[in-house]
């Protein structure tokens, strides 16, 4: 495998045709397979973040407890001879008793302010109870909520009792006092932490925990049962926040050895470094130190705090591996509450564990409540003797003879680990143990800048790395980097934070708070940075003003619309795409930053991107002019202009090739409705009326006796695919009811029974009785209402209707949304019905109390006001027992003139929040039910607030989200294809070798020639009658399309593999089907004659077929308005066409033409253009005029010569060559056709003729330099289809008298196909379509006997 992809990867000399072809296969462009097709266009889901502390503490007092009794010993201790003796250091032997009692007590304090400078202490030298419970009840009192620290040394009172009891004096020092520790508890509160250094101190966290258990119970009690006598006392703390730290096991004493501290245990937690240099020196190791003494330790150089001398080099080190050491052992929630709650718990616990490994030496544990699993064996305790080595092995020099102190190499080395781990690792392994040494190196100037890019790397893993880093603690220390002014940092703080907001935007606070917005508005404006530094920057400028004010304004005050605005032309496509979406939500609901942006005239500035070539690009803009008129704030005549620019700029883009930048028109739209929301109201009125009013000429009138087809009843026949198999296709299965939308789209109009079928009955019927909001599963207007209102718009009288001066924009974009309700893509119509359906809604709630009030005078005038007569026909048409009166209700009313008059009535426009005013200009007459006086407008404008809170809130496309998940997944990964290791990539290489195998060997046939065609190699009954087929050009796979549906088949095995729903409407079909990457990952593209193009995945293998991508190829193609066949087709034309059942009217419906090596697709049918659509940049790139008044009917082009071949249904061919300008590109006209021209083929060599053929079967061939044709052959009449295979010469007739003819190149017959094999030799239907294979000498044919058959070659050839 590896060989073949070297040989793959190395064009070696003198290839092969074949090996060549293998080149290219690498070499084509894929359609349709970028991110924006593969995913869902949403956020990702938000990690729960756990790293930000809710409690942060402080502990802010220290109770010091010594009961040391200096000069006697406890009488339950034997002391060895000598013993240890120091107590903080310092031989109590060596002074006045009371002195030594204070001094140690004094230096007690000093050690553990070192930690915790702020804390208040109080010390408590050899106490009695009372002294004891006055000091914690004050301290309790003046801490409030925050921690108190007890520490306890029990050097000179006995050991703590098992009933859980600790010592202290009386008054005169003649007796030991015991304390229990429920008293201490109940005085101490909680959180408290507390030290124990005593011998069997494990004893002491026992009793607490069994006390602890005694007070929750007591608590629970006293709750069930208020009169029992617990309730009545003042009831004790919970003791749940409390934190315990032993010196030993409630068996052990501590140990006596006089080479050692007697507090040793107060000596790791409080001086750490000092005891551990001690302790080091005590091992055999520290015999490889020369020179290196117990006194030498005490003259080490330097400041604990100045991580310059080698004493503070070494509390560095030790901190950094200690908090390592914490970090991989505990589990995560435990390590954030010890070691990154409170400073001096951190640092207790921090020493605690240097504590466990020297303690255990000496056979003591330590003991600690929570309790932490072992850490004395980690293996960082090494890199610490090492890094002590290296120190002290320097001493002797530094101190004698005055040298230079060297540094150590540890943080180096853990960095070096660090990135080893990051270069050699796998995906799925224990996170690196040096995260957090990571962090301590950010403090160092000198280690920096490596650390921060290892950072950067480990962050760019993923949103699990993210989040790892911040549970380690990096947020603090990103954010003080923010005020560095290093050039050097910024290109990677940049990174990391672009890093951290894609997986926590709740940082934007942080940032905004610390002024860091102004680093990133500074990196935005520099235009010295790589194109990448400032998308990033932009990013994070754009969290940090999502939907947050503070960080608007602030953003607003640091120019940051100027620098947007500046940077909307830059190159680089995924910085323009960024600083769109950072306008829009910087002036989301913000009117400072809008007006601001009108002054600079953002939206003008903004509109050269609605035509930018990346659709995401295209997208944000349309976000951004959408949040741009979507503010709710007081309009002004000025702004209202400008709303109404955006809006019909924005209305170009309703034929956008691609659906993500049509969900996001819809959605900016919405803005716009919601804003005006009283003028679409009336305009939804007027459209309802107009719609009652006009019967459309549907071709459904016309077609549809001969569309019953019994395809859908026939038993034999099996069920499409079952609905639940794509709910993708249909996301909206609850609001728009599946059964209407897929099979009743039902247009026809006539007012005869028909018109209520179930489908009709979602149209506005249900409106008045139900009046469902939109929330409800029904909708107001149903997919058909809108589909019949789109189509009446377009020639009823609409523009004389409504108010002069605001009928263009509203009634436009109106009719924009009519169109998007029923655009191919259903995320898209979904969204457009929702709009709509609010506005119904809010337009008939608006207009129902007349018809309350007044029902009276309802009906004599019911056309004068729109609302009313709406209403009224609702109920009308609601009830489907008189169907006939409401058809003449609604055909025989013509409008009066009072309607026509209406506009002069109109007052100025008033901008009105609740959207009543207007409606009350609108119906003079009814005057009085709005003169109840304001208290009515309040309520009714209370509804529709709540209501366009309704429409906004469910308009989101997640686009944003989408995007901003770019920065959160691995940026410096090589993708997948890319990796010559990856299975994408084997897979892709599989696929490869197979298609060069299949075009060898099918090539070694058509060389040997094929002398006849006529070996039956398949037939089955197809669900529907054939109407395209399409052979896979690699796999064995054939799709068939009927009306509205595709199935498909494995020609080789005789099995159906899948059979799915297309999502056309009703009165439309499939016209014609392409495979795209059929080299590599199929997709299947369908047209359909209302100029929809749809593209398929994920069909014919066992995964659910899902929509792609879809939209609208060709706009002006709406089946009422194709033309008839024009007079010079023959009349044999019509037959054939009827025949086929071309929707009656002979049009040739969309036929497309599919250039894998440019993603060009070239489309046309019923107009009179060629449309070409780039598919990498999803928009149109070129209309061809044709220059005919017929429809185009066949299409075939040549990438290499940039040419284009039509037939046309005159008879004409024309060829364009499309490099030329529109007028000049026609190159060729012929006209030797009398007839429909059924196919026109232009083959691909060099010099490849044009080869075309008529309805009348002659068969013609040009050169497409020449005027005149070079060969003409007759074949049969009555042609109903044709096709030309590529590779083998020949060329296949269909009749509509039930034969198949099959011509090589010289126009001889070699078959003749009249019966099926082995059904007892039944006779071929008439048929309906068929096509030979890209490559093998395979037949495809379908006929209207629902039968799908192939030919090949005879078997000894293959």
């Known amino acids: 495998m590896k060989m073949d992809s070297d040989l793959l990867h190395s064009p070696a000399v003198g290839l092969a045709e074949e090996e060549e072809a293998d080149m290219n296969d690498w070499k084509l462009p894929l359609a349709f397979m970028k991110k924006r097709h593969s995913e869902k266009i949403e956020g990702s889901k938000a990690l729960a973040q756990s790293w930000r502390m809710k409690d942060r503490m402080k502990t802010v007092s220290v109770a010091l407890v010594l009961c040391l009794n200096v000069g006697v010993d406890p009488p339950d201790v034997v002391k060895t001879s000598p013993c240890a003796r120091l107590e903080c250091w310092i031989d109590p032997l060596s002074m006045s008793p009371q002195k030594a009692l204070e001094t140690i007590g004094a230096n007690l304090q000093k050690q553990y302010e070192n930690w915790q400078p702020r804390a208040r202490y109080k010390q408590s030298l050899d106490p009695t109870v009372d002294e004891v419970k006055k000091l914690c009840t004050s301290l309790r009192r003046n801490a409030k909520e925050e921690r108190v620290l007890f520490h306890y040394n029990g050097h000179g009172v006995p050991r703590p009792t098992v009933n859980g009891e600790i010592w202290v004096f009386n008054k005169n020092y003649t007796q030991y006092i015991p304390l229990s520790i429920y008293d201490l508890q109940t005085w101490m509160g909680s959180p408290s932490i507390f030290v124990y250094d005593c011998s069997n101190a494990g004893i002491i966290v026992k009793s607490f925990k069994q006390f602890a258990l005694q007070r929750e119970q007591e608590l629970e009690v006293a709750a069930i049962n208020p009169s029992h006598p617990l309730a009545q006392m003042p009831l004790p703390p919970s003791m749940k926040n409390c934190i315990q730290l032993a010196a030993c096991e409630a068996s052990e004493l501590l140990p006596m050895n006089p080479d050692l501290p007697a507090d040793l245990f107060t000596s790791c937690l409080t001086t750490p470094i000092k005891i551990a240099l001690r302790w080091f020196c005590m091992q055999k190791s520290a015999k490889l130190v020369p020179g290196v003494t117990l006194d030498l330790i005490e003259k080490i150089p330097g400041r604990l705090n100045d991580r310059r001398t080698p004493l503070g080099e070494l509390n560095w080190i030790f901190t950094a591996i200690t908090d390592t050491i914490a970090w991989n052992v505990l589990p995560r929630d435990l390590f954030q509450k010890l070691f990154r709650q409170d400073l001096l718990v951190a640092s207790l616990f921090r020493n605690f564990l240097l504590a466990e490994r020297i303690m255990r030496s000496y056979n003591c544990t330590p003991v600690s409540s929570p309790r932490l699993p072992p850490t004395y064996m980690h293996a960082m305790w090494q890199a610490w003797d090492l890094a002590v080595d290296i120190c002290l092995s320097q001493l002797p020099t530094i101190i004698e003879e005055g040298t230079a102190f060297r540094h150590s190499p540890f943080f180096a080395e853990q960095l070096t680990a660090f990135q080893v781990w990051l270069t050699m690792g796998v995906e799925n392994r224990n996170p690196p143990e040096q995260l957090p040494i990571v962090l301590q190196v950010l403090l160092s100037q000198v280690h920096r800048l490596r650390a921060l890019d290892l950072l950067g790397r480990f962050?760019?893993?993923?949103?699990?790395?993210?989040?790892?880093?911040?549970?380690?603690?990096?947020?603090?220390?990103?954010?003080?980097?923010?005020?560095?002014?290093?050039?050097?940092?910024?290109?990677?703080?940049?990174?990391?934070?672009?890093?951290?907001?894609?997986?926590?935007?709740?940082?934007?606070?942080?940032?905004?708070?610390?002024?860091?917005?102004?680093?990133?508005?500074?990196?935005?404006?520099?235009?010295?940075?790589?194109?990448?530094?400032r998308t990033m920057a932009v990013f994070i400028l754009a969290v940090i003003v999502n939907s947050y004010n503070t960080g608007q304004e602030a953003c607003l005050q640091g120019n940051l619309i100027a620098n947007c605005l500046e940077q909307l032309s830059d190159p680089h496509p995924l910085l323009r795409q960024w600083v769109a979406i950072c306008l829009g939500r910087i002036w989301q609901n913000f009117d400072p930053a809008r007006w601001c942006g009108v002054r600079d005239s953002a939206h003008e500035k903004l509109y050269t991107l609605l035509s930018d070539p990346i659709p995401e690009v295209r997208c944000a803009a349309v976000f951004a002019l959408g949040t741009f008129v979507g503010n709710s704030a007081e309009r002004t005549d000025h702004s209202t202009t400008i709303d109404h620019n955006v809006a019909m700029m924005l209305a170009q883009l309703i034929n956008d090739g691609s659906p993500v930048v049509r969900k996001e028109l819809v959605v900016a739209l919405s803005h716009l409705v919601v804003q005006y929301e009283s003028n679409f109201c009336t305009v939804a009125l007027q459209f309802i009326e107009e719609e009652k009013n006009y019967t459309v000429p549907s071709p459904a009138n016309t077609a549809e006796p001969g569309n019953l087809t019994p395809v859908r009843d026939s038993p034999a026949i099996p069920r499409l695919r079952s609905v639940n198999s794509y709910t993708n296709i249909r996301t909206a299965t609850t609001a728009r009811n599946l059964n209407k939308s897929l099979q009743n789209l039902n247009l026809n109009e006539e007012g005869g029974p028909a018109a209520f079928s179930p489908g009709n009955l979602s149209t506005s019927s249900s409106a008045s009785s139900t009046l469902g909001s939109p929330d409800n599963d029904e909708y107001i207007l149903s997919f058909e209402t809108i589909d019949k209102m789109r189509r009446v718009s377009s020639y009823s009288s609409l523009n004389s209707l409504i108010g002069v001066s605001f009928n263009s924009v509203y009634t436009q974009i109106w009719r924009v949304l009519l169109h998007l309700a029923a655009d191919p893509f259903p995320e898209v119509s979904d969204l457009a019905m929702k709009v709509l359906n609010s506005i119904a809604y809010k337009a008939t709630m608006n207009a129902r109390p007349q018809r309350i009030l007044d029902s009276g005078s309802l009906t004599q005038s019911a056309p004068a006001s729109p609302t009313s007569k709406g209403t009224h026909i609702h109920q009308a048409g609601g009830s489907p027992p008189m169907p006939s009166t409401s058809s003449s209700s609604l055909t025989n009313e013509v409008p009066k003139p009072p309607t026509r008059e209406q506009p002069a009535t109109r007052p100025p426009y008033t901008p009105t929040l609740g959207g009543q005013a207007p409606h009350s200009h609108q119906f003079p007459r009814t005057r009085k039910m709005f003169d109840k006086g304001p208290e009515q407008a309040a309520e009714d404008g209370?509804?529709?607030?709540?209501?366009?809170?309704?429409?906004?809130?469910?308009?989101?496309?997640?686009?944003?989200?989408?995007?901003?998940?770019?920065?959160?997944?691995?940026?410096?990964?090589?993708?997948?294809?890319?990796?010559?290791?990856?299975?994408?990539?084997?897979?892709?290489?599989?696929?490869?070798?197979?298609?060069?195998?299949?075009?060898?060997?099918?090539?070694?046939?058509?060389?040997?020639g094929v002398s006849r065609l006529d070996d039956q190699i398949f037939i089955n009954r197809n669900p529907g009658v054939p109407s395209v087929v399409k052979f896979h050009p690699f796999n064995t796979c054939i799709a068939v399309a009927d009306k509205d549906s595709i199935c498909f088949w494995d020609w080789e095995k005789g099995e159906r593999l899948d059979y799915f729903y297309n999502g056309n409407p009703r009165y439309t079909r499939i016209t014609s089907m392409e495979y795209l990457n059929g080299h590599d990952c199929s997709l299947l593209l369908t047209a359909t004659d209302d100029g929809a193009l749809r593209i398929w995945k994920n069909f014919a293998d066992q995964k659910n077929p899902e929509m792609v991508t879809a939209w609208q190829g060709l706009s002006d193609m709406l089946p009422t308005t194709r033309g008839q066949p024009s007079t010079s087709a023959h009349s044999l034309a019509r037959r054939v066409s009827i025949y086929l059942d071309r929707s009656k009217q002979g049009g040739a419906g969309m036929v497309v033409d599919w250039e894998q090596e440019t993603g060009l697709l070239m489309t046309s049918g019923d107009v009179r253009v060629i449309r070409i659509w780039d598919t990498?940049?999803?928009?149109?790139?070129?209309?061809?005029?044709?220059?005919?008044?017929?429809?185009?009917?066949?299409?075939?082009?040549?990438?290499?010569?940039?040419?284009?071949?039509?037939?046309?249904?005159?008879?004409?061919?024309?060829?364009?060559?499309?490099?030329?300008?529109?007028?000049?590109?026609?190159?060729?006209?012929?006209?030797?056709?009398?007839?429909?021209?059924?196919?026109?083929?232009?083959?691909?060599?060099?010099?490849?003729?044009?080869?075309?053929?008529s309805v009348n079967g002659d068969v013609r061939f040009f050169e497409p330099r020449t005027p005149d044709?070079?060969?003409?052959?007759?074949?049969?009449?009555?042609?109903?289809?044709?096709?030309?295979?590529?590779?083998?010469?020949?060329?296949?007739?269909?009749?509509?008298?039930?034969?198949?003819?099959?011509?090589?190149?010289?126009?001889?017959?070699?078959?003749?196909?009249?019966?099926?094999?082995?059904?007892?030799g039944q006779r071929i239907g008439a048929i309906s379509c068929l096509a030979f294979h890209p490559h093998w000498p395979h037949l495809a044919v379908g006929s209207n006997d629902y039968y799908m058959s192939i030919y090949s070659a005879e078997k000894r050839l293959r």
């Open 459 to 533: 962050l760019d893993l993923g949103p699990w790395a993210v989040s790892l880093a911040l549970s380690v603690g990096i947020f603090p220390y990103v954010l003080k980097l923010l005020q560095s002014s290093a050039r050097e940092l910024r290109p990677l703080l940049v990174f990391i934070w672009a890093k951290i907001l894609a997986v926590d935007s709740s940082c934007q606070a942080d940032l905004v708070k610390d002024n860091g917005h102004k680093y990133f508005l500074s990196v935005l404006a520099d235009n010295y940075m790589p194109a990448e530094h």
């Open 942 to 1008: 209370d509804d529709p607030g709540g209501h366009r809170n309704y429409i906004s809130a469910a308009l989101q496309t997640g686009l944003c989200d989408w995007s901003a998940k770019y920065f959160a997944q691995p940026v410096m990964k090589i993708p997948e294809e890319h990796d010559l290791e990856s299975q994408v990539r084997m897979e892709r290489q599989w696929r490869f070798l197979r298609n060069a195998r299949v075009r060898r060997h099918s090539r070694s046939i058509t060389q040997r």
């Open 1176 to 1253: 990498d940049r999803e928009m149109k790139v070129q209309d061809i005029p044709t220059g005919a008044d017929s429809c185009v009917t066949s299409l075939s082009c040549d990438s290499q010569r940039s040419l284009i071949v039509a037939g046309l249904g005159d008879g004409s061919v024309r060829v364009f060559d499309r490099r030329m300008g529109p007028n000049e590109c026609r190159v060729m006209t012929y006209r030797e056709h009398g007839a429909w021209v059924v196919k026109a083929h232009l083959q691909k060599e060099t010099d490849g003729h044009i080869i075309s053929v």
């Open 1269 to 1320: 044709s070079i060969n003409v052959l007759q074949t049969v009449k009555g042609l109903t289809a044709l096709d030309i295979h590529p590779q083998a010469n020949l060329f296949a007739c269909g009749s509509m008298n039930q034969f198949i003819a099959v011509y090589n190149a010289n126009g001889d017959v070699i078959s003749n196909i009249k019966y099926y094999d082995g059904f007892m």
